[in-house]
């Protein structure tokens, strides 16, 4: 279970948000919602431990995050509003290598599979560099394809999302809902930021709504 304890985030001198408390069990989907500059990515960047609160902390297993970095980068796959891909690789060899560096196996063939499934087969042995915003946008999602299956095998149990709907086309944006749904029915948890309908259906969804009053509404 992801747990937050009265998170507070801020940004220069101003607080984005304080007193945040909630917890994402097995099999639900987290929605952050709110107007930009309400502290969703802060907010997210926190809860991956890239990001240090002010006050409070992020707990997984019951345990806080910064006492078991390795274990929890393990169970954790973040795509954030950067695709972290390099332009001069391939996007096969941009997954290969992702996936060894993050210590999950990854063929070649799983590789191409999941560029397959995001549409992008065709862009595998392209450098990144030649690929249009959406193609690239599609090659990052691609390691959700990957680590799907709710955290079992060579899969993340918990997703963490920041607006990965930007730049996909309604049939890209309707798969990629799929694939959430199916990881979150196989017993994986999802923390995501869109400022689009959401259209995840069949799994338990909870939503957060940060506004500029530094409060949260659930």
């Not at 990001?51 to 970095?69: D, K, N």
């Not at 955290?151 to 918990?158: E, I, T």
């Not at 086309?169 to 199916?182: F, G, K, P, Q, S």
Request: proline fraction near 3%; glycine fraction near 12%; charged fraction near 20%.
């Amino acid at each position: 279970m992801l747990e937050a304890y009265r998170l507070e985030g801020t940004r220069g001198d101003r607080t984005l948000f304080r007193g945040l408390s909630f917890s994402v069990a097995p099999a639900q989907l987290l929605h952050l919602a709110g107007a930009n500059g309400a502290g969703k990515t802060s907010l997210l960047r926190i809860l991956c431990g890239l990001l240090l609160p002010a006050h409070g902390e992020v707990r997984w297993g019951g345990q806080p995050i910064a006492a078991m970095r390795e274990e929890y980068a393990a169970q954790l796959l973040y795509i954030g509003h950067a695709n972290a891909l390099k332009d001069e690789l391939t996007a096969l060899e941009n997954l290969e290598i992702g996936g060894t560096l993050a210590g999950r196996r990854c063929t070649r063939d799983a590789a191409f599979a999941a560029l397959e499934e995001l549409g992008v087969g065709r862009c595998a042995q392209l450098p990144v560099r030649a690929l249009s915003q959406g193609q690239r946008r599609r090659v990052s999602l691609a390691r959700l394809a990957l680590g799907a299956g709710g955290g079992g095998g060579n899969g993340a149990a918990l997703w963490i999302l920041d607006e990965p709907f930007a730049a996909l086309d309604t049939a890209a944006v309707a798969y990629l809902e799929n694939l959430i749904a199916r990881h979150v029915d196989a017993g994986g948890m999802a923390v995501l930021t869109t400022h689009q309908p959401l259209a995840v259906t069949a799994v338990t969804m909870l939503r957060i709504e940060l506004d500029f009053e530094m409060d949260a509404r659930s």
